[in-house]
């Protein structure tokens, strides 16, 4: 193969990997995006993009209460935004990643700490179901 060629090869495998993770990057900033949003028709939009990007469920909830809390607000130490316990519900009632596992010790921790502090009533609702 000639050297052109070679280096053709070589920035197109490149450019694929850096296509990849902005693809997944864009995705879970969607998900962010739709599980902020004041929008209720929005809030389902959240778990495919999520889902999309790759990472796992913990992380996904963390960097959503990062950003929430990080755009402050009147009521943001308290409540949580409606499209983030809708979230929550969907990986716990229905998964479909390995990662949203919610006998996992990290996740299961993680979604009990969140509701605990901030949704006792999606807690309790949750445990019931």
């Not at 963390?62 to 990080?70: A, D, G, K, V, W």
Request: aromatic share 8%; hydrophobic share 40%; charged share 20%.
């Amino acid at each position: 193969m000639c050297r052109f060629c070679v280096a053709i090869s070589y920035l197109y495998r490149c450019q694929r990997k850096s296509f990849s993770s902005r693809y997944l990057e864009t995705c879970h900033l969607l998900g962010l995006h739709y599980a902020l949003s004041r929008d209720r028709r929005r809030f389902p939009l959240a778990v495919p993009y999520f889902r999309m990007s790759g990472r796992p469920a913990v992380a996904c909830l963390h960097s959503c209460l990062e950003e929430h809390f990080r755009g402050g607000g009147a009521g943001a130490s308290v409540h949580l935004p409606p499209g983030l316990v809708s979230y929550v519900e969907e990986i716990v009632l229905r998964p479909s990643a390995p990662s949203e596992n919610v006998l996992d010790a990290g996740l299961a921790d993680a979604v009990i700490d969140l509701l605990g502090r901030h949704s006792h009533r999606t807690l309790a609702g949750l445990v019931l179901r």
